[in-house]
């Protein structure tokens, strides 16, 4: 499985594009350009609040360039991310796939409006955009990949009681 659909939906969308819409202080990050979200607004998320209790992270917001299309890979030090599109309403894609070559099959994640994904970073994926910025809201854990998987984390959210 390369992502996972959440089933809590973000009750702070709007306000996440509201400040990636105005934010000054863009900074270099992966090749992305990305800012911090600040924890007075990731605190009035639920779901977000639980999952910081359980596994601390940093949240940031990453934009893409319209007419860029990022390089296939897996994460260096991300074993698993979560994920939310801010702008589902532009053309882009972002893709996975478990095999090289000239022709190879893949699979998109389709985004919808107002939803977190979990989101395997050790499977290759890429990102393609088209005509418009796209900001993609992103969670980086303190556990590194060897600390904390896509499966045990996708475990704990489908049995929270476990």
Known sequence: MNYYKIPSRSVITKELLAFAATAQNWQDYYNFKAIQVPIEMLSKDPFLVDLFRKHPFVA???????????????????????????????????????????????EELVYEPDTYYL?????????????EPRYLFTIEFAADKDQLSFENLLEQIKNPAV
């Open 60 to 106: 940031g917001i990453v934009q893409l360039s319209p007419y860029v299309c990022y390089d296939w890979h897996t994460d260096t030090r991300r074993g698993v991310g979560v994920n939310m599109l801010l702008t589902p309403e532009i053309k882009s894609h972002c893709l996975f796939t478990n095999t090289e070559g000239a022709q190879f099959p893949f």
């Open 119 to 131: 989101f395997n970073t050790q499977v290759r994926h890429t990102v393609i955009n088209f005509y």
